[in-house]
């Protein structure tokens, strides 16, 4: 493998060329590894597979990518930032100037400067952490707030349409295709009961009400970079960043950071919304997005973290009638376990909803002339 690494980094306008190299096994979509430079002097690389069977037009995908990139560099520059290669990705052109090579079987293959001295986290750890997290999050949107030319390509079509989660899900219950319709008959239930409601933000775009903000739509707090202070560095995995509403990223980042349990947990009694982690975050992200938010998207906030573990649980539902066909599983009971984990996760934040709502209102408030 080192051979054909080697060959592949060599495709690329990289410095250097006695490289070791570190294979990254936590991503769930691309292969990843770490060129490290013989030369402590010289640039190390992240290079990746692109896994093109879910990112289907590589061209416009890292077209997106250079366009974000290039305009958040030109933003931090005016504002006179320092060591802009640590707060901003920098894609590697290939040797023939495009931002990315094709091998021979087929496969894509692109390469970014390692950022030196950086770490992530997989979970939020403290109040202190989901603040800073949240920050970064918002401070991203806000610095892509006045992108200009065309809107960006749509990497996965529909990826946070509610109403069309809900489409495939019906089908999935009318096909039953796995013969298990009969055991998750409650968990059909509670997820129709919801229906109506959770195609709230659909509804509000179509009238004009929630404005299309360019979104990350993936808002784990390991896409993250921090120094060796803990400071925020920037944003990375920018594969999933297009069009949609900014209740995708503040609601996906509360569904995986403030769960006080796992997202496949088997004992429910631990899954719940983590009240401190949640207000630590909504801070940190109207505090980063202040300059951009309107009032409305304000107010849905609070909603878009119910919305986004709905939605997931649907996902994982929908994908076990069917014989669980589109996320890895560990067992055969593995999307079932998830999908209760996540109606879980819903429950709790029905049962705080006012609170959270609270949290949200305050802080807006103080930090947001439009909620003022």
């Known amino acids: 493998m080192q051979t054909e690494v080697i060959n592949l980094i060599n495709q690329f306008q990289v410095e250097g060329i006695d490289f070791s190299i570190q294979t990254i096994t936590t991503g769930n979509i691309n292969d990843t590894y770490i060129l490290k430079a013989s030369d402590p002097g010289k640039t190390d690389y992240i290079l990746q597979k692109i896994n093109h069977h879910i990112f289907k037009n590589v061209p416009e995908l890292q077209n997106n990518i250079l366009r974000v990139t290039t305009h958040i560099r030109k933003k931090l520059e005016s504002m006179g930032v320092s060591d802009i290669d640590r707060k901003v990705i920098t894609l590697i052109p290939a040797k023939d100037g495009k931002w990315f090579y094709q091998d021979s079987n087929g496969d894509y293959w692109r390469v970014m ?28 949107s806000a610095l892509l707030a006045d992108l200009p030319g065309e809107p960006l390509y ?7 349409n509610m109403e069309w989660r809900l489409e495939q899900f019906r089908e999935a219950v009318s096909q039953n295709r796995a013969g298990r319709l009969e055991s998750v008959k409650l968990e059909v239930q509670q997820v129709e009961e919801r229906a109506e409601e959770m195609c709230l933000v659909q509804k509000l775009g179509r009238k004009g009400i929630l404005p299309h903000r360019i979104t990350h739509c993936d808002t784990k707090i390991n896409n993250i970079l921090f120094d060796e202070n803990d400071e925020i560095l920037c944003v990375i995995d920018l594969d999933t960043v297009m069009s949609g509403y900014v209740s995708s990223d503040f609601g996906d980042a509360i569904r995986t950071g403030a769960n006080s349990g796992e997202e496949d947990d088997l004992n429910l009694e631990n899954v719940s919304l983590n009240i401190d982690l949640y207000k630590g975050f909504a801070e940190g992200f109207i505090t980063g997005g202040a300059t951009f938010l309107t009032k409305q998207e304000i107010e849905i906030l609070p909603f878009s973290a119910k919305l986004l573990a709905y939605m997931q649980a649907v996902r994982f539902l929908a994908d076990f009638i069917n014989g669980d066909t589109y996320y890895k599983i560990h067992s055969p009971m593995h999307n079932l376990q998830r999908t209760r984990a996540q109606l879980k996760l819903v429950f709790s934040m029905e049962e705080q909803y006012k609170q959270m709502q609270d949290i949200v209102f305050e802080v807006a408030r103080k930090k947001c002339k439009s909620y003022a």
């Open 154 to 160: 749509e990497t996965i079509k529909d990826f946070h």
């Open 113 to 140: 400067k390692f950022i030196k001295g950086s770490h992530s986290y997989d979970m939020l750890l403290s109040p202190v952490l989901a603040y800073k997290a949240g920050i970064a999050f918002g401070d991203f």
